[in-house]
């Protein structure tokens, strides 16, 4: 049972390229998140979805875009990337929709726009 | 919106000796509160949790936290910390302004345990 699995673990960009980052889970949950965590400002809600063929806006949406085709998998993509996105991205799920209050976080995915 | 402060961004402190961490949050209505723990190089995973009933909530590894809703708080608290206990520690929340489905994160607390 891996739980959440976010591929790649460590990206190096370029300004202006593009990148998709891949969230899959085992775990049969509804919901899935995308946060970004940089230091000193915590957790930040970028997109997150509650349910397949759903996404909704987080705190900080700008930049990002979101596709959940697939109730495991939650895709986040960075159409156009900034040195501003350079950041640790942590996707999360959770079976209850924080009535549950458990979110289930993939190990992180490191990613450097220079 | 909901929204978390945590006031200390890092604490020292030596084997056994206490731990309070502080947490308030903004929502004056129904909330549940959280507090998440990440270890060095790992991630984030659940301490504890409070949706209702004893305001006392005990957690994983000794820790405990206690909601006072006079007060917006839900400070974690452990008597006796150990060094493997070095970590950030998140409080969170989620509440109806922001949606139950939605978790609110402070800004983490790192805690660096001296042997």
């Known amino acids: 049972n891996a739980g959440v699995t976010q591929t790649p673990k460590f990206r190096v960009l370029k300004t202006g390229q593009s990148m998709t980052l891949l969230c899959a889970q085992d775990m049969n949950h509804e919901y899935m998140y995308w946060y970004r965590q940089d230091p000193g400002m915590g957790l930040r809600l970028i997109h997150y979805s509650v349910g397949e063929g759903t996404t909704a806006k987080g705190e900080v949406p700008d930049g990002y875009n979101v596709s959940r085709l697939k109730k495991q998998n939650f895709l986040l993509g960075l159409e156009s990337a900034a040195p501003s996105q350079t950041s640790v991205y942590f996707c999360a799920s959770d079976g209850e929709g924080g009535f549950a209050g458990e979110l289930f976080f993939g190990e992180g995915s490191r990613l450097t726009v220079l | ?63 405990e936290a206690e909601f006072i809703k006079s007060k917006f708080s839900f400070n974690l608290r452990k008597p006796s910390v150990q060094w493997s206990d070095t970590a950030e520690y998140f409080c969170a929340v989620n509440a109806p302004p922001g949606g139950y489905q939605k978790v609110t994160f402070g800004t983490g607390t790192k805690l660096q345990v001296i042997p």
């Open chain 2, 1 to 63: 919106a909901q929204s978390v402060s945590q006031h200390n961004h890092h604490v020292i402190l030596s084997e056994a000796a206490s731990l309070e961490l502080g947490c308030n949050y903004s929502y004056g209505g129904t909330v549940n509160l959280f507090w998440y723990v990440q270890y060095p190089g790992q991630h984030l995973q659940l301490l504890l949790k409070y949706f209702s009933g004893d305001p006392l909530v005990k957690g994983i590894k000794g820790f």
